[in-house]
């Protein structure tokens, strides 16, 4: 699949995810996956391809890259160069990871927002061209304190089962539940994500670019 066009992605090694009639899980290089098949058949497409050398190339006029595990290629031979992130930059508090495309050109910023008590920290990412994208709990994006404790208390009671029979699954040990953003760009929902491990597109205008960089960053 092109990666223009993806709608819900992954990054990671799992090719062939453990499914009710395959117990065994295949591997492959490090991606963002897409995923295709049944429930039975599932596999887990890759759409690029993370770096593997120390230093990936880039044009002699860009910005370095911050790292291999930052940068992204088309193609698993790494000729041809995505999108990568940039050396951090902290402005007023605030953590920026430039995107640039494969010629070095500037195409967005992923921004860390510290935290406000009681919450925890959230992102932002700035569009060229777009409102700002921001990132909030799901749980108080919208909706009363009411209807956000009872969302909590259904993700409790479903969390075993979602994991269990969610794309990425891999069985094993039960996997740790992530918390969950909602991503708002002038009261529209653009996207969604579950901690750095899924990403839901829900707007076609956003730049899959920066939701790749957002996932290779890490919600952390």
């Not at 860009?62 to 088309?74: I, N, R, Y």
């Not at 009671?157 to 269990?164: K, N, P, R, S, W």
């Not at 597109?201 to 952390?220: P, T």
Request: charged share 25%.
């Amino acid at each position: 699949m092109s990666w223009e066009r993806v709608r819900e992605f992954v990054i990671g090694d799992v090719e062939r995810p453990a499914t009710p009639t395959r117990n065994r899980i295949g591997w492959g290089p490090r991606a963002v996956r897409v995923a295709k098949g049944g429930r039975n058949d599932r596999v887990l497409a890759p759409c690029a391809y993370l770096a593997t050398s120390a230093a990936p190339p880039v044009p002699a006029s860009a910005p370095p890259p911050a790292g291999p595990s930052l940068t992204l290629f088309e193609d698993l031979g790494a000729n041809r160069l995505l999108c990568y992130v940039g050396e951090r930059i902290e402005v007023d508090g605030e953590r920026h990871h430039p995107v640039h495309d494969g010629q070095g050109q500037l195409i967005g910023t992923v921004r860390r927002v510290p935290p406000r008590r009681p919450f925890r920290h959230t992102w932002a990412i700035d569009q060229p061209g777009h409102p700002v994208i921001v990132g909030r709990n799901q749980w108080i994006a919208g909706g009363s304190p009411k209807d956000a404790l009872g969302l909590a208390a259904g993700r409790l009671a479903l969390g075993v089962a979602d994991a269990l029979t969610s794309f990425g699954a891999e069985g094993g040990d039960l996997p740790h539940r992530s918390r969950t953003l909602e991503w708002r760009a002038d009261g529209e929902v653009v996207m969604t994500s579950e901690g750095s491990e899924k990403v839901t597109m829900k707007a076609e205008w956003i730049d899959r670019r920066l939701a790749f960089a957002f996932a290779l960053v890490g919600d952390r």
